[in-house]
């Protein structure tokens, strides 16, 4: 079983892009959004992943990851209710001993940016970049198992 440990913040300039390393647009739905656990389905690029992600306690959360064919996902994108998909581009920023995800989406989230940095341990030391501003980690609303229920452009 593997955990996922993250603190979110939001984006609050562009001083990040000198420092981006990578890129990749992502498309994903949620099969199932309850509250003990989610099941999303998400191509990124050429690649295609089916996730379960347990409840959030405090910053951490179990997480199973696993590949699957594009053509499968592809397939299971519109089967969630109302075809709900979050699109977004995310790019892989290096801050310090860090690569933080910085995610810029779009379609009816558009407007929002949000970056993340996976931890080792809860208490684990990093460094704060100068393009992040409020941190969200506890705020629910950010989840993107949340924002496709409650887009942020209806906010």
């Known amino acids: 079983m593997a955990t996922e440990i993250e603190r979110k913040f939001l984006v609050i300039n562009d001083l990040w892009r000198e420092h981006v390393i990578s890129s990749s647009v ?31 306690v405090g910053i951490s959360r179990s997480e199973f990851e696993y590949a699957i064919p594009v053509a499968d996902a592809e397939a299971m994108l ?3 209710q109302g075809g709900a998909v979050i699109e977004k581009t995310r790019y892989k920023v290096e801050c310090g001993e860090h690569v933080w995800d910085l995610d810029i989406f779009q379609g009816e989230n558009r407007g929002l940016q949000v970056a993340e940095v996976e931890l080792q341990a809860e208490d684990e030391e990093f460094q704060l970049p100068e393009w992040v501003g409020t941190e969200v980690s ?14 942020y452009t209806k906010w």
């Open 26 to 56: 992502l498309k994903q739905a949620y099969l199932s959004t309850r509250k003990d656990a989610t099941v999303r389905v998400r191509i990124d690029d050429d690649q295609a992943f089916l996730t379960i992600k347990s409840a959030t």
């Open 78 to 80: 519109p089967l969630r």
């Open 138 to 151: 506890h705020d629910h609303r950010y989840l993107n198992a949340n924002l496709i229920e409650h887009p």
